[in-house]
């Protein structure tokens, strides 16, 4: 399956070949593919590299003209990239209607409750 993005702007595009796994949380929803897989089709995304709660470096890209947010790089995933879901066209921001794990539950806000089937992970790594 192949799959489109980009970001609100149209300035830059990509595409994600292969098997994807959903994550998300309260306020991201990322399809976690092969780094290898994703390619940058159009444009050319700007990065910023934050340390994580690992000490690991997750770098960020987004689109340089609009900031939308695109995928992230974390060193501790280093065969993995992590699409942001929002930015996948044709719809697939509905993450295929599945959640296979949800990070980071030890920060969930008392008022959500866990997404029904998805593995329950307290922190990424």
């Known amino acids: 399956m192949t799959l489109t993005g980009s970001c609100m702007c149209g300035g830059v595009t990509y595409t994600v070949e292969g098997m994807k796994s959903w994550t998300g949380g309260a306020f991201t929803s990322n399809a976690v593919v092969p780094r290898t897989s ?59 209607g599945k959640i296979d794990v949800e990070f980071y539950v030890k920060d969930r806000p008392s008022y959500l409750t866990p997404v029904e089937g998805a593995k329950q992970e307290q922190m990424l790594g």
């Open 38 to 96: 994703v390619k940058v089709t159009k444009g050319t995304p700007t990065s910023y590299d934050a340390t994580g709660a690992s000490g690991k470096i997750n770098k960020h890209f987004f689109c340089p003209t609009c900031g939308s947010s695109l995928y992230t790089e974390l060193e501790i995933m280093p065969d993995m990239t992590c699409v942001k879901a929002g930015s996948l066209d044709g719809g697939e921001a509905n993450l295929g």
